[in-house]
């Protein structure tokens, strides 16, 4: 309830200073009430000293009603936004770049059915996001788990989310995506493309922000008594790329994916028939059918740590495997030794 208004009293003092006798206070009113006869004080009348016959009564301004709030204006507009999005998609009114990127359905679309696996299941947390540049091209280097490459879809959406200019992270993926139906088509609109250097340097030199996980299917299809080990980095192409380009590298460590889907086995036989790099065997998959393909709601921490410059080497550092085999080795050691880091830190691993 709102506070009450007092409507403040005359002492009733005579002008020549003989008291008057008191007169009995009233509980105070709420602003807006009509003020009693008498309790009104009377206005100057005539100026020959005598007062009019009926005094003139000051009363209260009447309340202005607040106009009420306007209902359904955010539904209208998101409703008139939706409407506008499908028109542009029938019409094809959009923009996709080269690599067959669809900024605006990766937005409005892909984006939103990946943030309630990022906010309520995974519940990830993510540390060190200023680490990643403002503008510019980067390229951000992460370990690889989990068993699908789940992974790297949260790595995304912690970037696109988390980043003060609200970034889209361009992932490198593996050839075995773009030979899939459905999810070739998918993997595109989101931004990904073939992890090939070619493709790498054009994202970095338009000023991109590149994700890619050099571990590969060897870190992704790893049993899981060899969780949060990190298998070899390949030849450190990421190395030479960010070297031809000039570009920081940012390494990224991830937390709870390793225990999503606890590998205990590989059927290597049934993996070679259906042309996949491993077949994996879980505690519910395939004993379970559809069920067992449900990941663990385990908890997420992406740590990005601090970038490591590239722009301070000559031209001909990239042809030099010393320099790449070094550089390679302090990126993997420093993913390394934060995987152990956060783990250290961590309470659960649902918690």
Known sequence: ?????????????????????????????????????????????????????????????PMEEAAPPARGGGWDRRVAGGLAFLRRRLTGEYEVDDFGYDEELTDKVLMSLLRPFYEKYFRVEVKGVE????????????????????????????????????????????????????????ARKAGHTLACVEDAERLLERGELVGVMPEGFKGIGKPFSERYKLQRFGRG???????????????????????????????????????????????????LGPLGAVPLPTK???????????????????????????????VREQIQHSLYKLLVQRRSVFF
């Open 1 to 61: 309830m709102a506070d009450a208004k007092v409507i403040p009293f005359d002492d009733d003092r005579s002008r020549g200073g003989a008291q008057r006798t008191p007169r009995r206070r009233s509980a105070p009113r709420l602003t807006g009430d009509p003020a009693p006869v008498s309790e009104v004080k009377a206005l100057p009348g005539r100026q020959d000293g005598r007062e009019d016959a009926e005094p003139r009564v000051e009363r209260p301004e």
């Open 131 to 186: 680490n990643i540049p403002a503008d510019g091209g980067a390229l951000i280097v992460a370990n690889h788990s989990g068993t699908l490459p789940l992974d790297g879809l949260m790595m995304q959406v912690a970037v696109h989310d988390n980043h003060p200019q609200g970034r889209h992270l361009r992932l490198l993926a593996a050839d075995l995506v773009f030979m899939l139906p459905v999810i070739n088509e998918l």
């Open 237 to 287: 192409g990421f190395v030479s790329t960010a070297l031809r380009t000039g570009s920081p590298i940012v390494p990224c460590s991830i937390v709870g994916a390793e225990e999503i889907y606890p590998m205990i086995g590989n059927a290597r036989t049934l993996a070679r028939v259906l042309g996949f790099p491993y077949f994996p065997i879980t505690p519910t998959f395939p004993w």
């Open 300 to 330: 997420w921490t992406i740590q990005f740590g601090e970038p490591i410059p590239t722009d301070g080497y000559p031209p001909e550092a990239a042809e030099d495997p010393m320099l790449m085999f070094n550089l390679t080795d302090q």
